[in-house]
């Protein structure tokens, strides 16, 4: 089993920064990807970036520019460095990673916690 660990966020005015981290340990045998989503009051979660192994990075629209995913391998570790946060990027964050704990078996998603994001304005 993996287990996924969070940190950062908290409260930012409009126009301020936040980094937000994920830590994966556990049994782990290659990460796929890793991500962050998030997901607004009354609203459904959204990939907001993504970040494969290979190195490929997406974005949803609303944040590029914004928003910098990074992945630290030797540490099993995915950031998300937030820049000139808005009040429409509050939210409960979670990072999930894509990862095999055997050289045989399926890739699985795994998910943090969530940590949540305030932005005022």
């Known amino acids: 089993q993996a287990q996924l660990v969070e940190s950062g966020g908290g409260l930012a005015q409009a126009g301020g920064s936040l980094r937000l981290s994920c830590a994966a340990s556990?049994?782990?045998?290659?990460?796929?990807?890793m991500g962050w989503s998030r997901q607004a009051s009354g609203k459904q979660r959204e990939l907001v970036a993504s970040?494969?192994?290979?190195?490929?990075?997406n974005y949803v629209d609303s944040v590029k520019g914004r928003f910098t995913i990074s992945r630290d391998n030797a540490k099993n570790t995915v950031y998300l460095q937030m820049n000139s946060l808005k009040p429409e990027d509050t939210g409960v964050y979670y990072c999930?990673?894509?990862?095999?704990?055997?050289?045989?078996?399926?890739?699985?998603?795994?998910w943090g916690q969530g940590t949540q994001v305030t932005v005022s304005s």
């Open positions: 970040i494969t192994s290979g190195g490929t990075i």
């Open positions: 999930n990673v894509l990862l095999r704990t055997t050289a045989w078996g399926v890739a699985r998603d795994y």
């Open positions: 556990g049994t782990i045998f290659t990460i796929d990807a």
